[in-house]
């Protein structure tokens, strides 16, 4: 059994904060890989200022190297659009090995209108990775109106693979600041460096 958790997003681009709370992540879970899932189109963003998926890709790549991340458009090659129909897709296909899916705290506030999100909540443990300033937000998110009463102790999140879903846990991570909203302002055009990239698919079947 591998322990392996799934983050999601549209890496726009990816970033060091990715990496190092992702880093984090891990040590506070005790995951042996954690999975970027680079979303070929998130549902609930706009498309305007959006790169192309295969830059989005490569910056995920490249920021990943050298450590246990690993980078997916699984995604993409199943047409997944939604995470919860991802999720259920991959958890079907590794039955041996264990799931928790990450997020971080500046979504949860969204969380209520992804698809079927209790579903998903129900398909594997989740773990809210802590960004500054969304900590008061997340609790009074409304999905944690009914997510609050299946939160564990992060003393415990090394535990997660015991825990029935739902099952929630707040992670307290190392603070960082980077933005890629702010990486976008300061070079719209940063995609362009990844526009001849094209690394082969990750896949994510054993060999």
């Given at each position: 059994m591998r322990r392996i958790g799934l983050l999601g997003g549209s890496f726009n681009p990816a970033h060091r904060g990715h990496r190092r709370m992702s880093l984090a992540a891990m040590d506070a879970l005790g995951l042996d890989e954690l999975w970027w899932l680079v979303s070929p189109g998130n549902p609930l963003k706009?498309?305007?200022g959006?790169?192309?998926?295969a830059a989005r890709l490569a910056s995920a790549r490249e920021i990943a190297r050298g450590t246990g991340?690993?980078?997916s458009d699984i995604e993409a090659r199943l047409h997944t659009r939604f995470t919860?129909?991802?999720v259920t897709a991959i958890v079907r296909r590794r039955p041996a090995d264990r799931f928790i899916w990450l997020m971080g705290a500046d979504t949860v506030a969204e969380f209520h209108q992804w698809k079927d999100w209790r579903r998903l909540a129900r398909t594997v443990p989740i773990a809210i990775m802590s960004r500054p300033g969304y900590g008061r937000a997340a609790r009074?998110?409304?999905a944690m109106g009914w997510l609050r009463w299946f939160v564990h102790p992060a003393a415990t999140a090394r535990r997660w693979t015991n825990w029935s879903a739902p099952a929630i846990s707040l992670l307290r991570l190392p603070p960082d600041p980077t933005s890629a909203t702010r990486l976008r302002a300061l070079d719209p055009d940063w995609h362009r460096r990844f526009t001849a990239v094209r690394a082969p698919h990750a896949r994510l079947e054993k060999n």
């Amino acid at each position: 059994m591998r322990r392996i958790g799934l983050l999601g997003g549209s890496f726009n681009p990816a970033h060091r904060g990715h990496r190092r709370m992702s880093l984090a992540a891990m040590d506070a879970l005790g995951l042996d890989e954690l999975w970027w899932l680079v979303s070929p189109g998130n549902p609930l963003k706009a498309k305007a200022g959006m790169a192309p998926f295969a830059a989005r890709l490569a910056s995920a790549r490249e920021i990943a190297r050298g450590t246990g991340i690993r980078v997916s458009d699984i995604e993409a090659r199943l047409h997944t659009r939604f995470t919860v129909d991802t999720v259920t897709a991959i958890v079907r296909r590794r039955p041996a090995d264990r799931f928790i899916w990450l997020m971080g705290a500046d979504t949860v506030a969204e969380f209520h209108q992804w698809k079927d999100w209790r579903r998903l909540a129900r398909t594997v443990p989740i773990a809210i990775m802590s960004r500054p300033g969304y900590g008061r937000a997340a609790r009074a998110a409304r999905a944690m109106g009914w997510l609050r009463w299946f939160v564990h102790p992060a003393a415990t999140a090394r535990r997660w693979t015991n825990w029935s879903a739902p099952a929630i846990s707040l992670l307290r991570l190392p603070p960082d600041p980077t933005s890629a909203t702010r990486l976008r302002a300061l070079d719209p055009d940063w995609h362009r460096r990844f526009t001849a990239v094209r690394a082969p698919h990750a896949r994510l079947e054993k060999n």
